[in-house]
């Protein structure tokens, strides 16, 4: 579905934010990209998504395929009309507008019975979105405006869902919700799932396969199992390290990818 090869990317003509990243998503699979910030996980997901541009970058170097197509140079229209929809990060939503007109808005390219049918669905499995669908989507809360974003995703039909930072900002109870969401689509809907995280203990539990993302380069790459039996990844993310600076200084030195 998805297949990144040695890819870099700048910004400005300088700022190097990826230096040869590559990883694969399968069908019907779910991948998490992990890493803290800097890591240069939303330049990938601009990357994917033909965004690059409008963020001063460019693909200096590598490949995009999706679907077994070259998409390395197309723009976000023909990307998604390829079949991927990308959520980024911050909530981009049509703030002024509704609940009810953000999902129109998503879903114009339907007829209208699909349309029709397709918000019915959204409400049905969101129904506090459905509470608040005359309200303006600026004033939902983020658990709210992730559930929109999630529905307007839907509505675009896609075979490979791209979603940047879910759970940024939201209460761990919204974060479950929104996790088990993502499961759900996936199962019922047969989507591919790329979820990019600083979240590793949400993520893991609900992707097949994990990559870790460190300062433009991928330091990790196996199953969900696996990253969660290394001792690495799991002191680094979830904050399993003993205290006192002489494990501190043990931990630096196992720290392979530095």
Known sequence: M???????????????????VSLEVGEGEAVALLGPNGA?????????AGLLPKFEGRVLDGKVRLFGREATHLDPVG????????????????????PVENLMAAGHRLPPKALKEGMEEVFA???????????????????????????MALL??????VVDEPSLGLAPKLVGEVMQTLEALRREKGLSLLLVEQN??????????????????????????EAMEDQDVMEFYLGKEEVGFRQARRYRRRKRWV
């Open 40 to 48: 240069g996980k939303s330049s990938l997901v601009r990357a994917i």
């Open 156 to 161: 675009t039909r896609p075979r490979l869902l």
């Open 79 to 98: 990307i998604s009309q390829m079949g991927l929809t990308a959520i980024l990060e911050g909530r981009p939503l049509f703030r002024y507008l509704t």
């Open 2 to 20: 998805l297949s990144v090869e040695n890819l870099k990317v700048v910004y400005r003509g300088v700022i190097l934010a990826l230096d040869g």
């Open 125 to 151: 499995r969101f129904p506090r979105l459905y509470e608040r669908r005359h309200e303006q989507a600026g004033y939902l809360s983020g658990g709210e405006q992730q559930m929109l974003l999630l529905g």
């Open 200 to 225: 590793a203990r949400a993520a893991l539990g609900v992707v097949d396969r994990v990559y870790v993302l460190e300062r433009g380069r991928v330091v990790f790459e196996g199953s969900a199992k």
